[in-house]
């Protein structure tokens, strides 16, 4: 009886309008840290980052450098340019192509040239720092919490990377490579869900 009688009241609260946030919820710990949440609250950036730190890594300590470096400056960059265009709908078919992609590089252990890890370091920041900047209000806050994002991205690459680059026990890659199947795994579902979606 009490169950049933808590059944309207909830569902009522579940399905009032709230207001939709613009880009970054507020953890009221400032701007940085709004930031920081924001990137570990998206999966669908978390996850391509850790894919490709942890590739990076796999490669040796010359190519978790390079990501160290690049990847976070690319993606305050993209966020800086983003920051001065009109808000974007990303959609979900991109970061699912991303997912989809970098995993199945981790997972199957392929080897690109160095140039090639740092241009493919540079266009996954740009891309996903320019949809991240999109949302952002042209403000010294807006801009603080650009720069919340760019250290998290660093602090995860270089965490990720430093965690595989002097692993050489076989059973240890292999279970890298099996955290690249299923982030590639996860993209194929969020493509899924997209196309879904839109059908």
């Given at each position: 009886m009490l169950r049933?009688?808590?059944v309207l009241p909830l569902a009522a609260i579940a399905?009032?309008?709230?207001?939709?946030a613009a880009h970054l919820n507020s953890t009221g710990l400032g701007p940085v840290y709004d930031g920081v949440a924001h990137f570990l609250t998206s999966p669908e950036d978390l996850l391509a980052v850790l894919a490709l730190a942890l590739w990076a890594g796999a490669r040796g300590a010359s190519y978790a450098r390079r990501a160290l470096f690049?990847?976070?400056s690319a993606w305050l960059l993209g966020s800086l340019l983003g920051m001065t265009a009109a808000a974007t709908a990303g959609g979900a078919v991109l970061p699912a192509i991303w997912l989809m992609a970098l995993g199945a590089l981790l997972a199957t252990d392929?080897?690109?040239?160095?140039?090639g890890a740092t241009a493919l370091a540079a266009l996954l920041g740009l891309q996903r720092g320019y949809l991240n900047g999109s949302g952002i209000e042209?403000?010294?806050s807006g801009i603080a919490a650009l720069f919340g994002l760019g250290a998290v991205v660093f602090v995860v690459v270089a965490l990720a990377a430093a965690a595989v680059v002097r692993l050489r026990a076989a059973s240890a890659r292999v279970a890298v490579r099996v955290i690249g199947s299923w982030i590639a795994a996860s993209g194929l579902l969020l493509l899924g869900w997209s196309l879904r979606a839109h059908a």
């Amino acid at each position: 009886m009490l169950r049933s009688s808590l059944v309207l009241p909830l569902a009522a609260i579940a399905l009032l309008p709230t207001p939709a946030a613009a880009h970054l919820n507020s953890t009221g710990l400032g701007p940085v840290y709004d930031g920081v949440a924001h990137f570990l609250t998206s999966p669908e950036d978390l996850l391509a980052v850790l894919a490709l730190a942890l590739w990076a890594g796999a490669r040796g300590a010359s190519y978790a450098r390079r990501a160290l470096f690049v990847l976070p400056s690319a993606w305050l960059l993209g966020s800086l340019l983003g920051m001065t265009a009109a808000a974007t709908a990303g959609g979900a078919v991109l970061p699912a192509i991303w997912l989809m992609a970098l995993g199945a590089l981790l997972a199957t252990d392929l080897t690109l040239p160095l140039r090639g890890a740092t241009a493919l370091a540079a266009l996954l920041g740009l891309q996903r720092g320019y949809l991240n900047g999109s949302g952002i209000e042209q403000s010294a806050s807006g801009i603080a919490a650009l720069f919340g994002l760019g250290a998290v991205v660093f602090v995860v690459v270089a965490l990720a990377a430093a965690a595989v680059v002097r692993l050489r026990a076989a059973s240890a890659r292999v279970a890298v490579r099996v955290i690249g199947s299923w982030i590639a795994a996860s993209g194929l579902l969020l493509l899924g869900w997209s196309l879904r979606a839109h059908a």
